[in-house]
């Protein structure tokens, strides 16, 4: 296994292992009874691993060389770009076709976009290269 695969299985590992903390955190969070300050910390405890993907992303662009920073640089900005024109529009949405109202946390459309952008992204670099 070479160093770029290493990389990225350290990168979906440390953000997995965030991802599920963070299901944990939510799901004590919406069924903790307790009250005075120890729910005060329940009710932090989803920032701690919104934290950990920041940081693991950070570790992982310095893990990685010039080009593939490029590709995760411009994975990273479509996803937010499309997350944005998700989280704008759907009120529009909502209103014309009876949608839900969407979630207060935005972690789950976050992480369907980057996986979807991230293959997308790689699978059009793959082909350019072999092309």
């Known amino acids: 296994m070479d160093v770029e695969h290493r990389t990225a299985l350290a990168y ?31 009710d932090l405890a989803p920032a701690i691993p919104v934290w950990l993907i920041l940081f693991a992303s950070i570790r992982h662009y310095r893990r990685i060389d010039e080009y593939q920073r490029l590709v995760y640089l411009q994975i990273v900005s479509l996803s937010a770009g499309v997350l944005f024109c998700l989280d704008w529009s759907y009120p529009y949405l909502r209103d014309v076709f009876a949608l ?13 976009v980057f996986l979807a952008v991230t293959a997308w992204v790689g699978r059009s670099g793959k082909r350019a290269r072999a092309g």
């Open 12 to 42: 979906f590992g440390e953000t997995v292992g965030a991802l599920i903390l963070l299901g944990g955190a939510v799901y004590a969070q919406r069924h903790w009874t307790g009250s005075g300050s120890f729910r005060s910390l329940v």
């Open 100 to 112: 839900p109202p969407f979630p207060g946390i935005l972690s789950w459309p976050f992480s369907v």
